[in-house]
Each structure stands twice: as structure tokens, then as C-alpha cells.
């Protein structure tokens, strides 16, 4: 990595908590099928801290946590990883709230 590219990942770093933060009270109000998945065996973060806390803040989520798996889910699972994205897919397809939405951009 170049010093610049070290400096730009160090900035977003640095402002990702805060924005995350700013805006935690509107998840309620989101409105599409969101999944939430998580390495069961994660030692950067404590999914129960961090992943579950946020799966019973957005009422409309499914929480996957991929027993044996740590941080990098999506490399080691991605079997796992790609049924919880077609499963969120199928719930998106079913609701109303997309079909309308799928008409207003069409």
C-alpha cells in the first residue's frame, strides 16, 4: 500500500463509528428485508455486542451466525454467506414495498 492509500482507509476508519453511530436511531425506520450475518467464532468483534444487538434494532431482520466461522465470513462461508443473500432476496421479491418501488423506478 502507498502512504496515501494507508492515509484515506486510516480516515475512513476514523469516521466509520461515528457515522454508524449518527445514525443507529433511524434503523427502526428502515423498511427493507436487511440480514444481518456474523462468524460465530469471531474474536475482532462480539457478536452478541455488536451483530445481535443489531438484529433486535431493525425489526424486519434475520440474523445468520455462521457457527465455526470468525470475521471473515464471507470468505470462509460463502456457501452460507450466498443462501442468507437468496433468502433475503426472495423476502425483498415478496414484498409489496418492493414491487412498488420496482414500478416507481421502472
Do not use: C, W
Not at 480516515?11 to 428485508?33: C, N, Q
Not at 450475518?37 to 440474523?63: K, N, Y
Not at 442468507?84 to 414491487?99: C, K, L, V
Request: charged share 25%.
Amino acid at each position: 500500500l502507498r502512504p496515501s492509500q494507508i492515509r484515506a482507509s486510516a480516515a475512513e476508519t476514523a469516521l466509520l463509528i461515528p457515522a454508524a453511530m449518527a445514525h443507529s436511531g433511524e434503523y427502526e425506520s428502515l423498511k427493507m428485508p436487511v440480514t444481518i450475518i456474523a462468524g460465530g467464532d469471531d474474536r475482532l468483534i462480539d457478536t452478541e455486542e455488536q451483530s445481535a444487538r443489531l438484529h433486535r434494532a431493525v425489526p424486519q431482520s434475520d440474523f445468520v451466525r455462521v457457527e465455526g466461522d470468525g470475521h471473515m465470513v464471507h470468505q470462509t462461508a460463502t456457501e452460507a454467506v450466498m443462501a442468507a443473500i437468496e433468502a433475503t432476496d426472495r423476502r425483498s421479491s415478496n414484498s409489496s414495498d418492493a414491487a412498488t418501488l420496482l414500478r416507481s423506478v421502472g
